[in-house]
C-alpha cells in the first residue's frame, strides 16, 4: 500500500524482514525452541561457560554440545527419554538456524559436529537400555469405542451438547484435524456443504486455505471432505447443516464453535449462546468426551485424528491419497499410524500357535461305526469352531494352507474306504424304525438342500 507519500512500495526494516520470517514456523515450534536454548544457557551458566553460546564458534558449540548431551538431565536428576532429548537436539539446532542469528550451519548433519553426534548416538542407546526408549504415541480410537461414543447420548443430535460433539467429532475426523490447531479461529465460513455433480451427493468441504504447521509458505492443497449417509441417522452432512441453523445469528465473530444452551425446547431456531468455546475447553474436547461416555480408556483430540489416518492407511489408499488427507509431509511421518492392531496381533500369534501345535481342525476325523453315528452323522464329526477373519478395514482373505488341504484329502480317502462296500439306499431307508418299531422310516428326497453352516452377514451400511 502507498504511503502518506505518494510512495507505491513499503519500506520494510531489518527488523520487521526477521519477523516475518520467524512466522514461517509454528508457535509451538518457536516455544520449543526457545525452551531448548534456555536449557543449554542454564546448563553452560551452572558449569561456568559464557551462556550465549550463540556466538561461540562451531568448534567451540561442538565441544559443548558434547559434555552437554552427557550431562543432561530433567531437575529431579532423571534422564530424559530419547524422544526427548531429540526434541531438545532438534530445538537447539532450528534455534541457531533461525532469525535473528541466522546460523549456516547444521549441529546434526554438519561433519563439523561429528563428536557431539556420536556422544548423542552413544547416550541414545544407553538410554535405550535402561528402558527410556519407549515411545507412546497417541492411542487411535478403538471399534467398540466408536460405536459406544456415537450410540450414546452424549452424540445424539436431539440436544445442543450431543449435536456440538457430534459435528465438532466428524470434522475432526473426516478432515484428521491436528490436535487442537486452529479450532478456536473457525468461522461459520471455514466449512461449506456442496453437491457432487456426477453423483448428486451433498458432502462438505474445507472452503478456507488455513496456516497449519506442515503448511505454514506453500498452498494448502490437501484437505478430506466428508460425505453425506443417505438414510442414516448418523448423517455427518445432515448433523453440520442442523448445527449451523441452530448457532447464534448474532455473534460478531461468526465463530463456529458456540457455548450450548443450558436449557432449551424443540421448537428453538436457537440453541447456542452468543459466547464462544474457550481454547481450553476445546483443547480437553475429547478427553471429557471420553469420561463423559465412560470409553474403555481417556483419548485425546489427537487420538481422533489418529483414527481416521489409520482407518485410511489399512484401507485400500496408498500413502499419497492418505497424505492428502492428513497434510502430513512424508511418508515416514505417517507411518506412526500404520501400526498392528492389538487384533491383528492375536490373529499373527495364532498362526505361530498353530504351527507348533497343530489344531483338531486338522486331524483326521475318525469314523465311528455305530447306529447313532448313521442315525445323526453329524453327531461324529468334532464341532470344531469356524475360523473366519475379522470384517473391518484390515481385513484380508487368508487361503487355505497345503497343511489343511493335505489333513482334509487324507480324510477324505479314509472315508471312502469305510464306505466303499455299504449301499447308501439300504444303510438310509431301511435302517431306521420309528420310535414304536412298526414301521420304518420313509426315506424323502431333499430337493434344496442347505449347507449346516450359519449365514455370512456383512456389516450394515
Known amino acids: ?44 551458566s551452572e558449569k561456568g561457560s559464557d551462556p550465549d553460546f550463540e556466538n561461540f564458534a562451531e568448534s567451540v558449540i561442538d565441544q559443548k554440545l558434547s559434555q552437554f548431551y552427557m550431562d543432561l538431565r530433567k531437575t529431579d536428576g532423571e534422564k530424559y527419554k530419547v524422544n526427548s532429548m531429540e526434541s531438545i537436539r532438534h530445538g537447539i539446532n532450528r534455534y541457531l538456524r533461525s532469525p535473528p542469528f541466522n546460523k549456516t550451519f547444521d549441529i546434526i548433519k554438519d561433519g563439523s559436529f561429528g563428536e557431539s553426534n556420536q556422544n548423542f548416538k552413544a547416550v541414545l542407546a544407553e538410554l535405550k537400555r535402561v528402558g527410556k526408549g519407549s515411545v507412546t504415541h497417541h492411542a487411535a480410537i478403538s471399534e467398540a469405542d466408536l460405536q459406544k461414543l456415537y450410540n450414546s447420548l452424549h452424540m445424539s443430535t436431539d440436544t445442543p451438547q450431543g449435536l456440538y460433539n457430534k459435528v465438532q467429532f466428524d470434522i475432526r475426523l473426516y478432515f484428521c484435524r491436528r490436535g487442537n490447531e486452529n479450532m478456536c479461529t473457525m468461522s ?25 504447521k506442515n503448511h505454514r509458505f506453500d498452498k494448502e492443497a490437501s484437505s478430506g471432505v466428508m460425505p453425506a449417509m443417505e438414510g442414516s441417522s448418523q448423517c455427518p452432512v445432515a448433523s453440520f447443516e442442523l448445527y449451523l441453523s441452530k448457532l447464534h445469528p448474532y455473534n460478531d465473530r461468526e465463530v463456529l464453535w458456540q457455548r450450548p444452551k443450558d436449557s432449551y425446547v424443540a421448537d428453538d431456531t436457537t440453541c447456542y449462546a452468543n459466547v464462544p468455546v474457550g481454547e481450553k475447553k476445546l483443547s480437553a474436547f475429547m478427553s471429557d468426551l471420553s469420561k463423559a461416555a465412560g470409553l474403555s480408556q481417556k483419548y485425546t483430540n489427537h487420538s481422533i485424528r489418529a483414527t481416521g489416518a489409520t482407518i485410511l492407511s489399512k484401507g485400500m489408499f496408498g500413502p499419497s491419497q492418505v497424505m492428502d488427507v492428513t497434510g502430513h509431509k512424508s511418508v515416514q511421518s505417517l507411518s506412526v499410524y500404520q501400526r498392528v492392531s492389538d487384533g491383528e496381533k492375536i490373529q499373527m500369534g495364532q498362526v505361530l500357535s498353530k504351527t507348533l501345535v497343530p489344531s483338531s481342525s486338522n486331524a483326521l476325523v475318525p469314523v465311528v461305526k455305530s447306529a447313532t453315528c448313521v442315525r445323526d452323522p453329524l453327531s461324529c464329526i468334532d464341532n470344531a469352531p469356524v475360523k473366519r477373519n475379522a470384517i473391518g478395514p484390515s481385513s484380508t482373505i487368508s487361503s487355505v494352507s497345503s497343511t489343511d488341504k493335505e489333513a482334509s484329502q487324507d480324510m477324505e480317502i479314509a472315508v471312502a474306504h469305510e464306505i466303499a462296500d455299504v449301499n447308501m439306499d439300504d444303510l438310509f431307508c431301511d435302517f431306521f424304525k420309528a420310535s414304536d418299531n412298526t414301521r420304518p422310516m420313509e426315506c424323502s428326497v431333499i430337493t434344496n438342500p442347505k449347507p449346516h453352516m450359519p449365514p455370512i452377514r456383512g456389516p450394515k451400511y
Open 1 to 44: 500500500m502507498a504511503d502518506g507519500r505518494g510512495n507505491r512500495f513499503a519500506s520494510t526494516t531489518e527488523a520487521e524482514q526477521q519477523e516475518k520470517r520467524l512466522g514461517l514456523n509454528a508457535q509451538k515450534t518457536l516455544k520449543a525452541n526457545r525452551g531448548a536454548a534456555k536449557l543449554f544457557k542454564e546448563y553452560l
Open 188 to 212: 461459520k465460513e471455514t466449512f461449506r456443504v456442496r453437491t457432487d455433480e456426477n453423483s448428486g451427493k451433498k458432502y462438505v468441504e474445507k472452503a478456507v486455505d488455513e496456516l497449519t
